[in-house]
């Protein structure tokens, strides 16, 4: 078995979505003979690789740790839309809809991550996705870009309602458009928030 790590590294003031804060990583200051050392992180649960659950879109006000672990885990299907702006349904993926609970989408915009432009220009998915996503059980859907939408976040707002969940800014997501056979975990924290942070990881056969 061979893990895929689709994670970006969280780091001091590192780059996130405009209008929120930067996570701060900071070495506590301890006597010079304790024989450890430890950091603090302060973080909005949307920096880097992260989970919205539906609380984030104001559909309930269920945090994110009520939620059985066996939904962030399964067999995922990847999709190739890279070099497109402009994401639009196709009829060839309701098939895909149908038979995974974990959709991914592969924009191959994670390769902007970190410049100017990672939070400005990334792809618009079409809200027609949302609902086919969610009218075929798709429990979650993931994307290597900051969000599917832009403001008013309508995507959004369509797909996180009953115990559905978006993963943004995943990263590697070419190594799995190949593969057949592709296991999805993303855990989140258990912690009392609408999202959370998350390592993910993909298991495919070495």
């Not at 098939?95 to 990334?122: A, V």
């Not at 086919?132 to 832009?150: M, R």
């Not at 996180?160 to 190594?175: A, H, K, M, Q």
Request: hydrophobic share 40%; aromatic share 10%.
């Amino acid at each position: 078995m061979k893990y895929i790590d689709l994670t970006h590294t969280i780091s001091h003031k590192m780059p996130v979505f405009p209008g929120e804060a930067e996570p701060s990583i900071l070495r506590d200051e301890l006597p010079e003979d304790a024989g450890y050392v430890t950091h603090r992180l302060e973080s909005n649960m949307h920096t880097g690789t992260h989970i919205d659950a539906p609380f984030h879109a104001k559909s309930d006000e269920i945090t994110i740790d009520n939620f059985p672990l066996s939904l962030f885990v399964g067999t995922a299907a990847v999709i190739d839309v890279r070099g497109l702006k402009k994401i639009l349904m196709q009829p060839e993926w309701e098939p895909l809809f149908r038979k995974y609970t974990i959709i991914l989408f592969c924009t191959g915009y994670s390769k902007e991550w970190k410049t100017d432009c990672y939070y400005r220009d990334y792809p618009e998915f079409d809200t027609k996705i949302a609902t086919a996503l969610a009218s075929n059980g798709v429990k979650i859907t993931g994307f290597d870009s900051p969000s599917p939408d832009k403001s008013p976040f309508e995507f959004h707002g369509i797909y996180l309602r009953d115990g559905r969940f978006l993963i943004e800014n995943l990263t590697n997501l070419e190594i799995l458009l190949d593969e057949e056979n592709v296991t999805f975990i993303a855990l989140p924290l258990k912690i009392e928030a609408e999202a959370s942070l998350v390592r993910a990881v993909a298991m495919i056969e070495s």
